[in-house]
Each structure stands twice: as C-alpha cells, then as structure tokens.
C-alpha cells in the first residue's frame, strides 16, 4: 500500500478554509494552528525527554509580550518581532532552565510552575512596561498589504491574511520540530526519557541535554504566543498563569503524546470541543473532565495514539505470522507496550 | 590501565567501601567477589563516577577521574553495564545500541541531521556479533531477560571501551545463556584487546575466565592476585569459599 502524505492533505485542507468565507471557522481554525504549536512545542519536553513542566506558559507568555511590544510600541515589523519573541522566550527557558534541570521529576515540575508564576506576578504588577492587569490592547496586525492586492486572496479579510501567515508559519515550525526529533540530537532526547542513569554512561551530559531541550521548546512556545497574542488583538497577564500551563498538557493527553502529531490533534480536539460544548452547556470544564478521565483509561495514547494503532492492526492483517511490533510512531512511546 | 588508591566511601556510618586499594593493567580480566553486600556494586559506582570518594583516588589511564561525572569517565573509554538490566525499554534494540554509537561519538548535539542514517554499518555489525541481528527491530523492553542483557552489553560496547564494567554480567540466566554470554564475552575481550573487570557470584565463570581476582569482605579488600592464589588463601576460605564448601 502506497503511504497517504497525510501532512500534506492536512496542510492543504487548512490552506482551503478562507475559501468557505465563514468568519468564524477562519477564527476558530487560527486558534487551533496557534495553540497547536503551543501543546506541540511542550511535547518535545512531555514526550520526547521525559520533563513534565507545569510552566510551559512562561515562555507563551513571554513570547506574546516581547512581539506585542516591538509590534506596537517600537513599530518593529511583523517577522522581526516575531523572531524576537522566540529568542526572547528560549533566553528566559536557558535561565529558569538551569535552575530547573538541576531538579528530577515533581521537583522540576514545581520549579517550572514557580518561575511561571513569577513571570506571571511580574506581567501582572509592572504597569509601565506590560500594562499590568489591564494588558497590552490592540496589537496591530501585521503588514499583510501585499495580500490584498494578490489575486484569490485579495478578495479575503484581514483575519483569513492572518490566518494564512500564521499556517504557513506554524507549518514551518512544525517542519522545524519534525526535523529534531528525527535528528540525532532527538535521537539521545528519547534515551534520556527511557533511562537517564543509563545515558550518562553512554556519554551523555544529561543536564545539558534536557536543558536545550527546555530552550527549543521555549522558542517555539515564544512563537506560538508571539502570534497567540496578534490573533488575539491583545496580550494580557492571564497568558502565564499556570492555567494557561495546564491548557496543552490536557492537549497532549488527549491527542496522545506517544506521536508527533499528538498534541496538534489534541489542540483541534480540545478547541473544537471547547466551541460545541459551551454552546450547550456552561459546565464545559465539568465536561471536559470526564472525557479526560475517560480517555485516560480507555485510550492511554490518546485520539492519535489509539487511530495509529488501529491502522498498524489494519495494516497487519493481511499478513499473518508477521510477527512484527507495531510501531506507532519510530522512537516515541509505545501506550500500553 | 586502572588504578584505585585508598578509596573509602560511608554512608551515614556505615562504612561500604574501606580503604580500597586496587588496580588493573591493561588487557586484563579481573573479577571483583564477595559476599552480599561486601560493597562490590558501591566500589563499582564510585569507579563509574556515581558516587564520589570520601577519600582516595582514582586514576584512569594515569588521568585523574576521582569525582568526575559519569558522562565524562564514559567518554575517556570507560564502559560499563549494570546489576539490575538497565537499557532504553521503549526504543527498538537496533536503536539502543545506535544511541550509543551517537552520543559516544559526540554527535548527539545535530539538530539537523538524520539519526536513522548514521552509524547502520557499525550497529548491524554489532548486533550480529552479539547474536541480535534477528531482533533488530524488535521494542528492547519485551525481548526476554537474557536478551535484554545483551542489548546492554551491545550498548556499552557500542561506547568502544578500553576498559568495561560488568556488574553480575549473568545475573538472572539459565546455565546455557550463561555459558553462551561467557564465550562471548572471552571472544569479545580479545578481539578487543579489552580490559574487563566484573562482579559475579557464580564461581564457575568467575575462575574459568578471570586471570585476577580481588576479594572484598565488608568494605575491604581481603585478597587479590591470581585464581589459585586467591583460592587458596585463608582468610578468603573462611569469609567467603568456606560459606560453601
């Protein structure tokens, strides 16, 4: 059988949504590419080292603060801004970083979750630079003028512009990831996550390498709220509190974080969900809970992990006595293995 | 090669390790005995950089490693392998052994490259020698207890050591995998100009490869030199050979 490119068919059928014309599913597919590369960006933690941080919103946080600033107090353009937004954010994760993998297992986790609270109190209380409980209002767009004078897309609104820079943005970041995890850098993340007493003799300086894990996840949440915070048309202290550090990790469980694309599927899921369910009822939280808990115990490896192995199981079919280990996905966790 | 000077370690009063003094020249295979909890497993720990002297000093190749992290000794040709089987449960074998490949080789900083590429040859040369090549692809974590111990063993070898730490190398095997890892290990000390030293409480492997022994009794190095020496010595006779015979 001749393997689907899914990744390709999924970025082409989100390339199309400006095309329904719907204002609303051009918002909530922003959401959902932007947040995505949030949970996406904590899995590299989560999934592949094996570092449970309950602060990853500490450098969303950052990252939407420092692009919001250079784009509407320095008139900075877009691109730069948001570079800056990354390196800004992966600086602050190489400092708390330091800290935090001098610790292992709750001990990291609390330290991640101080020092988000920290940058949370300093957002909050610096009035001057961040606006305090008030916020950063009205972060401009960004320039997107050449757009609207292209054709097809010139007929499009502000927001499906936005929405078509922030795709191409995020897809590249993805690319970006894909390609370390399947480098040999992502190689020795994995073996530190199975067995960190056993990496250091291999050669392995554990703390080095979970720390510049800690720092390429940094960036990429710096980015995803550098754009979090112009899809937004605002940034606000809220952004690293520590129930913004919850939102991707009930993400990565629920698309599984034993596969690349977990968390992504995970964000839709979660965004999606989030939309139908208040619709109906305002215990969405309650809601959300109990699929949480459900999930857990029926399908440990999430919507992602549970789908991957039913094709491996369809795929096995056909030939029997193969005695083969499906693999979900080379090199990440295995559920129930 | 190795060389242990008065090492001592206590762990809140409880002297493990007692003014230990050892060594081992290269291309030798030397075995490390005692009774349970004779310290042999601590005394290993702090010659891997896992535990750090109270006292004393350790030379590796005449370089100073006494307190150096783990990583480093590793990188200077150490290998070791562990009591408790201790590999990457949740990666294929092929990919336990080419982690190794890639981080001992200090390639493990690319971003940017792809692991799946690097070091094929090497690793399939290896799991072949060692019998796994069949098992390649197979979750390291459910292959079988004697298996997994091979895969550890490719691992530290995939490390290139001058110099490899077993500790109980055939701790949990049926007599014929024991034999099997024994001959193996014997083939593999040789083609490698290895310098081995273990632990084990199997006395049969213990005098039918070791060309040294070291006796070690509550901390202290009761006897060292070779098998027929350590055999008939008295002290050893009472404190350890004279709980069996």
Redesign the interface.
């Known amino acids: 059988m001749r393997r689907i490119p899914w990744t390709l068919v999924v970025f082409a059928a989100l390339l199309v949504v400006p095309f329904i014309g719907s204002r609303f599913y051009t918002f909530v597919a922003t959401d959902i590419v932007i947040v995505s590369l949030f949970a996406m960006s904590l899995n590299l933690l989560l999934g592949y080292t094996g570092l449970v941080s309950f602060g990853h919103a500490a450098y969303f946080g950052i990252g939407a603060y420092t692009c919001a600033l250079l784009m509407k107090s320095a008139n900075v353009p877009f691109l730069p801004s948001l570079l800056a937004a990354g390196l800004m954010a992966g600086s602050f994760a190489l400092l708390f970083g330091f800290f935090c993998v001098r610790l292992t297992r709750i001990y990291f986790a609390m330290l991640t979750l101080a020092f988000a609270q920290i940058v949370w109190a300093i957002c909050f209380k610096w009035n001057d630079v961040t606006g305090g409980e008030q916020g950063l209002p009205n972060v401009p767009y960004p320039g997107m003028e050449w757009m609207g004078s292209a054709p097809v897309l010139g007929n499009f609104r502000v927001g499906d512009h936005f929405y078509l820079t922030a795709l191409v943005i995020v897809a590249l970041c993805f690319a970006g990831l894909r390609?370390?995890v399947?480098?040999?850098?992502?190689?020795?993340l994995?073996?530190l996550?199975?067995?960190p007493?056993?990496?250091?003799?291999?050669?392995?300086?554990?703390r080095a390498?979970q720390l510049?894990a800690f720092v390429v996840a940094g960036f990429f949440a710096g980015i995803s709220g550098g754009l979090f915070g112009i899809f937004n048309r605002g940034v606000f202290p809220d952004f690293a509190f520590w129930t913004k550090s919850a939102e991707p990790l009930i993400m990565t469980i629920l698309g599984g974080m034993g596969s690349f694309w977990g968390p992504a599927v995970g964000a839709a899921a979660f965004i999606v969900l989030n939309q139908q369910i208040t619709s109906y009822t305002e215990y969405w939280p309650l809601t959300m809970g109990t699929v949480l808990i459900v999930l857990l115990f029926v399908f440990p490896g999430g919507i992602a992990g549970t789908l991957t192995g039913i094709v491996a199981r369809m795929r096995a079919r056909p030939s029997p006595g193969a005695t083969?280990?499906p693999?979900s996905e080379?090199?990440?966790?295995?559920p129930n293995? | 090669m190795l060389e242990v000077h008065g090492v001592s370690k206590t762990f809140d009063g409880f002297t493990a390790v007692d003014r230990v003094d050892f060594s081992i020249a290269r291309g030798e295979i030397a075995a490390v005995i005692g009774p349970n909890g004779a310290g042999k497993s601590t005394f290993f720990n702090l010659i891997?950089g896992?535990l750090r002297p109270d006292v004393g000093r350790i030379l590796l190749k005449e370089r100073d490693i006494t307190g150096a992290?783990?990583?480093r000794i590793?990188?200077m040709g150490m290998?070791?392998s562990?009591q408790r089987t201790?590999?990457?449960?949740?990666?294929?074998v092929f990919?336990n052994v080419?982690?190794?490949f890639?981080?001992?080789r200090?390639?493990?900083?690319?971003?940017?490259?792809?692991?799946?590429r690097?070091y094929r040859a090497e690793t399939d040369a290896l799991l072949a020698a060692l019998g796994l090549d069949d098992k390649a692809?197979?979750?390291s974590?459910?292959l079988s207890h004697g298996n997994q111990k091979q895969v550890e063993l490719g691992?530290?070898l995939?490390?290139d050591p001058e110099i490899l730490l077993l500790d109980e190398p055939t701790a949990g095997m049926s007599a014929a995998e024991t034999r099997e890892t024994i001959r193996l290990l014997e083939r593999i000390a040789a083609e490698r100009s290895l310098t081995l030293l273990f632990t084990e409480h199997d006395m049969e492997v213990v005098f039918s490869i070791a060309q040294k022994i070291a006796v070690l009794h509550q901390g202290r190095l009761i006897a060292e030199g070779k098998p027929e020496a350590v055999q008939q010595n008295a002290d050893v006779r009472r404190v350890y050979l004279g709980e069996r015979h």
């Open positions: 390609r370390i399947d480098s040999p850098f992502g190689r020795v994995t073996v996550r199975d067995n007493e056993r990496a250091q003799f291999i050669g392995v300086n554990v390498y510049a083969t280990v693999v080379r090199g990440m966790v295995k293995a | 891997t896992h992290p783990p990583h590793c990188l290998g070791r562990f201790n590999i990457f449960p949740k990666l294929t990919e080419q982690a190794a890639i981080t001992h200090r390639r493990g900083a690319n971003f940017w490259g792809l692991s799946d690097l692809n197979a979750l974590g459910a691992i530290a995939a490390c």
